[in-house]
């Protein structure tokens, strides 16, 4: 049985100026960036997730994600909202996630926030991506050969 997430708390405080994603084309920084980006800005923290060639030192040929899409929003909008009530001055939160099947060096995630100061926007995107991986309804299997695989919860 999937556990479900936990109650959402209030999404109030996630704006019109977040963006949140599933998606199955590759992810861009440059669009990810410009999403976080604002003029109140004095700093844009982004993280990139990718695709690495091992885990716990086991060979990885290629990773590929699934997601309970409508699940996985809603914790992303839980997390913005969290972010702004721990900091208030965050402006922007953009978190945008890959599905499919991904080879080394892709992009798998991307998580950026926009903020006035530089030690809030570091904070608030480290517990972005950290919420992430232990609460979004997001699955990866590993690749080690065509014929040896395993799945494991994301990330």
């Given at each position: 049985m999937i556990n479900p997430a936990p109650p959402?708390?209030?999404i109030a405080n996630a704006t019109a100026k977040?963006?949140?994603?599933?998606?199955?084309?590759?992810?861009?920084?440059?669009?990810v960036y410009a999403l976080a980006d604002d003029a109140g800005n004095g700093?844009?923290?982004?993280?990139?997730?990718?695709?690495?060639?091992?885990?716990?030192?086991?060979?990885?040929?290629?990773l590929e994600y699934q997601a309970y899409e409508p699940m996985a929003l809603n914790v992303f909008r839980q997390i913005a909202a969290e972010i702004r009530v721990t900091?208030?001055?965050v402006n922007r939160v953009v978190i945008?996630?890959?599905?499919?099947?991904?080879?080394?060096?892709?992009?798998?995630?991307?998580?950026a926030v926009g903020c006035p100061h530089r030690a809030e926007a570091f904070d608030a995107c480290r517990h972005a991506i950290d919420t992430l991986k232990h609460l979004a309804p997001i699955w990866k299997k590993e690749y080690y050969s065509e014929d040896e695989w395993s799945w494991a919860k994301c990330c």
């Open positions: 959402l708390k209030s977040d963006s949140f994603a599933i998606a199955f084309a590759p992810l861009s920084i440059a669009e700093a844009v923290v982004l993280m990139s997730g990718t695709v690495r060639n091992q885990t716990d030192g086991r060979p990885v040929i290629a900091w208030p001055q945008h996630h890959r599905t499919g099947y991904l080879r080394i060096n892709e992009i798998s995630v991307l998580v």
